[in-house]
Structure formats: structure tokens, C-alpha cells
Antibody
Framework: QVQLVESGGGVVQPGRSLRLSCAASGFTFSAYGMHWVRQAPGRGLEWVAIISYDGSNSLYADSVKGRFTISRDNSKSAVYLQMNSLRAEDTAVYYC???????????????WGQGTLVTVSS | DIQMTQSPSSLSASVGDRVTITCRASQVISNSLAWFQQRAGKAPKFLIYATSSLHSGVPSRFSGSGSGTDFTLTITTLQPEDFATYYCQQYDSYPPTFGQGTKVEIK
């Protein structure tokens, strides 16, 4: 069965960096694009970034462009989110999400991890 | 960006009721509309994609319909496990955007 397990969240000061990881299993990781989606406490869902199945393409929300970088290591079945210059408004649960279709960069996702909480506070 | 507006924001219903949630896009989108269910403290679950296609394992009491800018999620015969928040999402164009959510509560 598909499993996505995020890690790397925590409390960080504004302006600092954090790297999130997502370990995937139960499917052919190298054939699927992956998203990061976040949810601020008590708020709705916000798409953050996508990386293509082979890592050759990525897209970002305007709110994180230039500060966050998505990457993947298909040999380790893992996707990452490097978050720099963090702001209070980046405080959220970050979810790793699998694209439903092979070799597609469609903007929705069928399986979600349990999420990892990032708190940006001084 | 395409804005997604759900209505109502919340509703109260009883087990066995039929529930309808609507989602309106700020511009015409193709059938690239998905629905998610999120129970309290849990990750969202994928219910429906391409407006009306049920994700594997999702009970048949869930259904989706619509076109253009107006879409609907219907739950027939509401079950106790269906009390949750529901989100629509357009993935017709980047960035993908979500509705603000509809909370289905027990009456």
C-alpha cells in the first residue's frame, strides 16, 4: 500500500532554514510526480510546489517562489522541500502528496502523508 | 489564479441524510475538479477526480457532478464517518487552488 512519511518539521526562527523530507513506499516512486501542500493552523489547504517524476521540472506557488526548493532522489524514493528565509506566515502542516497518474504533472494528488508541522516563531 | 468558492461553509445534518456541497470556480475550467475529505486532525483523503470519477475504495454514496464553473459533491445516506470537512480543488491550471472548505457537522 502507498505510504508517505514526512519528517523534518519543528520550530524555527524567522529568516532561518529548514529541510523537509518525505519517504515514499508502496509504488514505483520514479514514475510519479510529487507535490507539497500546506495547511496553516485552522485554515484551508494551499498548494506549495510540484516536481516531475524525473526531477526535470518543478513549479512553485508565488508565496514561496525564490525561497523554497523542491527536489527528489529516486534512488531513495524520497522528495524534499528546502525552505529558506522562513516567515511567520509559513507556519503550517506540510503534506507530501503523490500525483495520481504516471509521468504526469497534474495538479491534484491521490495519496497524502500524515504531515509535518513547521512553526516559524522567534 | 482561479478562485474556488464553496457553499455552504458549514452545515448540520443527521445520519441518513442526503448532503449537497457546491463549488464555484472564478472562471470556466475543464472537468479538472477534485474533492477531498478531511477528518479532524487527519490528512485529506482523495474522494473524486475529473469531476465525477470515484477514487479507488471510496464508497458509492459519494458522487460528483458539474461543468463550466459550477460543481457539486453529493453524499447520499450520510454515515457517521462522513462528518468531516470537504474541499474542492481545481487542477485545470497552475497554481492548483482549493475551496475554503465545507464542514459537515452532526445535527
Amino acid at each position: 500500500q502507498v505510504q508517505l512519511v514526512e519528517s523534518g518539521g519543528g520550530v524555527v526562527q524567522p529568516g532561518r532554514s529548514l529541510r523537509l523530507s518525505c519517504a515514499a513506499s508502496g509504488f514505483t516512486f520514479s514514475a510519479y510526480g510529487m507535490h507539497w501542500v500546506r495547511q496553516a493552523p485552522g485554515r484551508g489547504l494551499e498548494w506549495v510546489a510540484i516536481i516531475s517524476y524525473d526531477g526535470s521540472n518543478s513549479l512553485y506557488a508565488d508565496s514561496v517562489k525564490g525561497r523554497f526548493t523542491i527536489s527528489r532522489d529516486n534512488s531513495k524514493s524520497a522528495v524534499y522541500l528546502q525552505m529558506n528565509s522562513l516567515r511567520a506566515e509559513d507556519t503550517a502542516v506540510y503534506y507530501c502528496v503523490k500525483v495520481p497518474f504516471m509521468r504526469s504533472t497534474t495538479g491534484t494528488g491521490d495519496f497524502w502523508g500524515q504531515g509535518t508541522l513547521v512553526t516559524v516563531s522567534s | 489564479d482561479i478562485q474556488m468558492t464553496q457553499s455552504p461553509s458549514s452545515l448540520s445534518a443527521s445520519v441518513g441524510d442526503r448532503v449537497t456541497i457546491t463549488c464555484r470556480a472564478s472562471q470556466v475550467i475543464s472537468n479538472s475538479l477534485a474533492w477531498f475529505q478531511q477528518r479532524a486532525g487527519k490528512a485529506p483523503k482523495f474522494l473524486i477526480y475529473a469531476t465525477s470519477s470515484l477514487h479507488s475504495g471510496v464508497p458509492s454514496r459519494f458522487s460528483g457532478s458539474g461543468s463550466g464553473t459550477d460543481f457539486t459533491l453529493t453524499i447520499t445516506t450520510l454515515q457517521p464517518e462522513d462528518f468531516a470537512t470537504y474541499y474542492c480543488q481545481q487542477y485545470d491550471s497552475y497554481p492548483p487552488t482549493f475551496g475554503q472548505g465545507t464542514k459537515v457537522e452532526i445535527k
